[in-house]
């Protein structure tokens, strides 16, 4: 069963805002999702919106300094990447 959108909250705001000074290669899903979820194109995410941000947090992750409370929201939705985009 397809879980609702849900608004995006305060912490993932802060790890969009801080995705959003990385680097990505040229016309890539990464780029324009994140470019999308900065300049607040999307206003909600689904489970599998916040498995692929999580995915993208930890894949450009050398790039930027998140919080422990930050790091903890990646890896507990990176934990549901596989099963959630299959």
Partial sequence: ??????????????????????????????????????D????????????FLAFIAHRFRRQYKLTEEEWAWVDEHRAKFGAVLK
Avoid: N, W
Wanted: proline share 8%.
């Fill in 1 to 38: 069963m397809k879980t609702p959108a849900t608004p995006i909250t305060e912490l993932e705001q802060r790890i969009i805002a801080k995705l959003s000074s990385a680097t990505y290669p040229p016309a890539t899903a990464s780029k324009r999702f994140v470019c999308d979820l900065h």
């Fill in 40 to 51: 607040g194109y999307v206003k909600q995410l689904s489970d599998r919106g916040r498995a």
